[in-house]
DNA sequence: AGCCATTATATGTCGCGCAATAAATTATCG
DNA sequence: CGATAATTTATTGCGCGACATATAATGGCT
């Protein structure tokens, strides 16, 4: 009389991580619908935030996104007024997003939304610092066996 | 002189949680591209392996979807042949899923696609067993919040 | 000049959530 | 009991995101 049938998805790892990841964009929908960005916008301004005046290809690496996802993505928050882009001088190929003042004010917001975002989860910092750890690791190691 | 600047991300748990699952995406469409299954539509058989016959919404229950998501999803895979629905002649509210032999047979390649996926992660078991645990902690928590 | 790699863009498919709608069932009240 | 209201369930339409593929433009190299 051990347990209740759980579900098919008992043992499977990246079940769990997707049903996660669906619930990190519920947590972040009502916090960031305020500000008019989506998730997906959202971490490209924090990459920004960091590292001003990036070209595309740059963005999608540190996201691990294609050029194709973005293109998109940052016409969006460029006719929200955030960004600009703008051609390379140096090297017409690329082009170089870089922030407004309008984009570098939203940074103000995001201590407060990465609070929010912790308080909602329910867990200690302990553990979630340790559990990032091995999702990290495990990211890792993903993309290393993907090179062979 | 510790480290090399990361990425603005370092912080961020959902961050990793999300490139993990873009990054098990990638694992499984090669795998799954031969039977003509994306992962969402893998996930929904494999609910209906383990339980036939259920309605929509017993199936976003356990996968956390939306039945407006599943909808056009299972229209797609009763096209393709795999399973057929029908309305519950008890409830015509309900429309029942159900696989089709065809469907059911599909379960064969399961047990080689699941064997793909952690030879393409590139940990060990037991990491990956306790990391599941605690992503599967933190997403009952998570759930647990939700219903605050 | 010609070839090849790199970078971004355009297009089409699927997945996801939300809002609005429709249909069926259940609850409530006269 | 019967009419009406409220709830449940699925569907539809829309916007955004992610990917593959194809195309265009530029730059580097010989």
């Known amino acids: 009389m051990n347990q209740i049938k759980e579900s098919p998805f008992d043992d499977m790892l990246c079940f769990d991580v997707y049903a996660v990841n669906l619930a990190f964009g519920r ?3 009502p916090l960031l619908d305020p500000l008019g960005l989506t998730y997906s916008q959202y ?3 924090m990459s920004l935030w960091t590292q ?6 740059q963005i999608g ?3 691990g996104l294609d050029s194709s996802t973005l293109t998109p993505l940052i016409k969006r928050i460029e006719a929200a007024g955030l960004v600009v882009r703008n051609r390379d001088p140096l090297d017409e190929r690329r082009v170089i997003v870089s922030l407004t003042d309008q ?8 201590s407060h939304i990465r609070s ?4 909602g989860l329910g867990m200690s910092l302990e553990e979630l610092q340790q559990l990032q750890a091995m999702i990290r690791k495990l990211r890792k190691s993903i993309v290393a066996q ?3």
């Open 27 to 29: 947590i972040y929908k």
């Open 43 to 45: 971490l490209v301004l």
């Open 116 to 119: 929010c975002v912790v308080s």
């Open 52 to 57: 001003d005046d990036q070209t595309v290809g």
């Open 61 to 63: 690496g540190s996201l």
């Open 146 to 148: 993907d090179r062979d």
């Open 103 to 110: 984009g570098r004010a939203l940074q103000a917001h995001s």
